[in-house]
């Protein structure tokens, strides 16, 4: 399983995460986790949700989810 696939199975749980809030779920580093949504973006399997207020640094981001639309090239 890529990487890739890792965060999908974790986005598919539902709602929105932000990039830190993936990092927490996984133990993975930000920058782990921002490359594989960098991917999943061009690959258009993922969108950008909301800006809300992130549960690990309690700023306000954008989030990402599940791009309902998207096939399942990856």
């Known amino acids: 399983m890529t990487k890739a696939q890792v ?3 974790v986005l598919q ?3 929105d995460w932000t990039t ?5 779920e996984l ?3 930000v920058n ?5 949504l960098s ?8 969108v950008e ?6 549960s690990v640094t309690n700023e306000v981001v954008t989030s990402v989810s599940l ?8």
């Open 67 to 74: 791009d309902t639309t998207a096939g399942s090239s990856i």
């Open 39 to 46: 991917e999943l973006k061009r690959a258009k399997r993922i």
């Open 13 to 15: 749980r539902g709602g």
């Open 32 to 36: 782990r986790v921002s490359g594989r």
């Open 20 to 24: 830190q809030e993936l990092a927490r």
């Open 7 to 9: 965060i999908l199975n």
């Open 27 to 29: 133990g993975w580093t």
């Open 49 to 54: 949700s909301e800006k809300r207020k992130c």
